[in-house]
């Protein structure tokens, strides 16, 4: 079940949130997963938000399915990128081997730690054999809300590699680093990408 105070800070602050994500360019991350891809694949932008990210995978020639449980995220992602994105959870997630790639970037942080596994799971099955994963999660330790009163979970690198593990993926790659979000923090964060 989303947290409903996260899902509202989203939604009263989607403006705010499209001008600090949006880039006319893939970052490296996305192009990492754009290049690990095939050609014309199918892709779910698992946590969409203001739908930049699904814009330039669309540009690419992939065929994108986009969801996030912000309405006003959705609406922005229609409107403003032209993206096709619809309201939905994670438990909504239900496909079989339907997906080239699955892009959750920093949004199944807001999810509890005790539905990771159930998460995980979920995506592998939505996945192709050999199809790619990329997830972005803040690192530390335990759960709290920010001061924009939005819920986050946080991951140590051991432990979200079990946890991607025990659901069947075999890890790839893992960076870390840290960046200033729309709370006003420099967070650490880690990027993991893997493949089913």
Not at 6 to 28: C, F, G, H
Not at 84 to 103: M, P, Q, S, V
């Amino acid at each position: 079940m989303p947290d409903k105070q996260t899902i509202d800070t989203y939604n009263k602050r989607a403006q705010t949130y499209v001008e600090l994500v949006s880039r006319t360019m893939p970052d490296q991350d996305l192009q990492n997963f754009l290049d690990a891809v095939p050609k014309g694949g199918a892709v779910l932008d698992l946590g969409c938000g203001p739908g930049n990210s699904a814009m330039m995978m669309q540009d690419t020639g992939l065929v994108v399915d986009a969801i996030d449980a912000s309405s006003e995220m959705v609406k922005m992602a229609k409107t403003k990128f032209g993206v096709n994105a619809r309201l939905a959870t994670f438990d909504d997630l239900i496909a079989e081997a339907k997906y080239d790639g699955i892009w959750a970037n920093f949004s199944l942080l807001h999810a509890p730690k005790a539905d990771m596994p159930r998460h995980l799971s979920a995506i592998y099955k939505a996945l192709k054999p050999s199809g790619h994963f990329h997830i972005g999660l803040k690192t530390g330790t335990g759960s709290e809300r920010d001061d924009l009163e939005r819920m986050y979970t946080y991951y140590e690198e051991h432990e979200l590699h079990d946890l991607m593990t025990d659901a069947g993926f075999t890890i790839l790659t893992t960076r870390h680093s840290a960046e200033k979000g729309m709370a006003g923090t420099k967070d650490p964060f880690m990027i993991v990408t893997a493949h089913a």
